[in-house]
């Protein structure tokens, strides 16, 4: 990985992070995608790295999301890898759902995926290489009382990711889907679903299997990794 330019969109969450110090040691340039400009300019200073680009994005907002890559490209002359963690979750009986809930779990995880992708892969056609990670997690492969919104959000990236995995391989371009169990990360802070958090993934495990699948040889495409916590290693 050392020189690829790599878009992180959620970098300052607990994957996003954990990943983007990974790639920082192994010599990737980063370009570091969030809502919170001061949070991304701590990651950065905690990098040890002077090959990276903070952008404060709204992936809701398409011209925000054509803004990022032509800074990204402007800076760096390219994108070779696009790292989709960001995402939030509302977990509630199906009849306690809003209307706000549902517009903002469509817009996070369904919309802001796509823009990313169609706007990124746009920028990996023109060099006719790429790889696009979409950290799905395992809700968009198995549904779970609830989480009837999350999962709609979740499942509508899994179907168009496998569309566009279609329309991009003729360009060299990869896609992969991460179904990871619930991983420990700051995810879970704000979500009244009782869970224990000893029993999940780390973080380092998710950016490790995110990892793997970068290095994979130019003629594999490794189209799905899927890890469990032993508690439900089989689904």
């Given at each position: ?88 979750g509302v977990m509630k009986q199906f009849n306690k759902i809003t209307p706000e809930d549902i517009d903002n779990m469509l817009d996070l995880n369904l919309k802001g995926s796509f823009y990313t992708c169609q706007v990124v892969a746009n920028v990996m056609k023109e060099n006719r290489s790429g790889h696009i990670c979409n ?101």
């Amino acid at each position: 990985m050392n020189d690829k330019v790599v878009v992180i969109v959620g970098a300052t969450g607990g994957i996003g992070s954990t990943l983007a110090r990974k790639l920082a040691a192994a010599g990737s340039k980063l370009v570091l995608v969030g809502r919170d400009g001061k949070k991304l300019a701590g990651l950065g200073a905690d990098l040890g790295s002077s090959s990276f680009l903070t952008i404060p994005t709204d992936i809701t907002d398409l011209s925000q999301v054509e803004t990022m890559a032509q800074k990204a490209v402007g800076h760096f002359g390219r994108i070779d890898v696009l790292v989709n963690a960001a995402g939030a979750g509302v977990m509630k009986q199906f009849n306690k759902i809003t209307p706000e809930d549902i517009d903002n779990m469509l817009d996070l995880n369904l919309k802001g995926s796509f823009y990313t992708c169609q706007v990124v892969a746009n920028v990996m056609k023109e060099n006719r290489s790429g790889h696009i990670c979409n950290v799905v997690g395992i809700l968009g492969k198995h549904p779970m009382a609830m989480a009837s919104a999350y999962c709609a959000s979740k499942y509508g990236v899994v179907g168009f990711s496998k569309c566009l995995a279609e329309e991009l391989k003729r360009y060299g371009i990869k896609m992969t889907l991460f179904y990871f169990g619930g991983v420990d990360t700051p995810f879970w802070d704000n979500v009244s679903l009782k869970v224990d958090r000893q029993k999940m993934l780390t973080p380092q495990t998710a950016a490790e299997a995110i990892y793997f699948a970068m290095m994979a040889q130019p003629g594999a495409v490794p189209t799905e990794i899927n890890i469990q916590p032993d508690s439900h290693l089989f689904l």
